[in-house]
């Protein structure tokens, strides 16, 4: 089975401390992303990569960073951690789609980081 | 709003009834894809429906997608109190990029409670 870990289950930090998610993924996936979960808003995209080095913005990339310098590890980074970024940040992986008709493979994620920012 | 939204938002049901749970979304789609989140948890992906497909089984799971009502529904025969959870539906957005494939969004969730 695949297995995307994530570095902690719960995390509190001050605002204005620089916070690292860390997310490592076993099955040789190409993709990885990061999600934040908040209540009435679903999971919204913070960013993705489809390979060592590169990433693009998802949908709320604001007041976040990344880096991915091995495959298997997809680190998510709060610069400087503010109260509005207290969530669950979920981290996913994925294969890149074999073939143009039928888009994604399913995503494998880890089981969640609640950070609170206080 | 979402391109993915699910219907009802909140589900209670008694062990062995059936559950329904529908999605809407807005734009065309390459794939739809349901996936279930159990309290605090990670999301576990249940099946993927391709948008040339119309109907889909997966143990007493029975997804459906019609795509000239942009809507899919995901159907849990028999259902047990295990299978008490959050049911998220996903869509690309039918934008297919050549590094990456496409992206999910996904909707809201149906909170289901099974009741023993």
């Known amino acids: 089975d695949v297995k995307v870990t994530q570095s902690s289950r719960y995390l509190v930090k001050r605002t204005g401390e620089k916070v690292f998610l860390e997310c490592v993924q076993d099955?040789?996936?190409?993709?990885m992303f990061w999600y934040r979960q908040d209540p009435g808003l679903g999971l919204r995209l913070i960013y993705f990569s489809y390979d060592v080095k590169m990433k693009e913005k998802g949908d709320i990339p604001e007041g976040y960073s990344v880096s991915r310098e091995k495959k298997e590890r997809f680190s998510l980074i709060l610069e400087s951690a503010s109260t509005n970024q207290t969530s669950m940040y979920l981290c996913?992986?994925?294969?890149?789609?074999?073939?143009?008709?039928?888009?994604?493979?399913?995503?494998?994620f880890g089981n969640g980081t609640r950070l609170t920012v206080t | 709003s979402q391109q993915g939204e699910e219907d009802p938002q909140a589900l209670s049901i008694q062990e062995g009834e059936n559950a329904t749970m529908n999605c809407s979304y807005k734009?065309?789609?390459?794939?739809l894809q349901w996936y279930r989140q159990n309290s605090g948890r990670g999301l576990v992906h249940l099946i993927l429906?391709?948008?040339?497909?119309r109907e889909k089984h997966s143990g007493r799971l029975r997804v459906t997608l019609d795509t000239s009502k942009k809507s899919s529904s995901l159907l849990i025969t028999a259902s047990r109190a295990a299978d008490t959870a959050s049911y998220f539906c996903a869509t690309d957005r039918g934008i297919y990029q050549e590094t990456s494939g496409s992206r999910l969004t996904f909707g809201e969730g149906t909170q289901l409670t099974v009741n023993p």
């Open positions: 734009t065309s789609i390459n794939n």
């Open positions: 996913a992986s994925s294969f890149v789609a074999a073939a143009k008709v039928g888009g994604n493979s399913p995503l494998h």
């Open positions: 429906i391709r948008s040339n497909e």
């Open positions: 099955m040789d996936h190409e993709n």
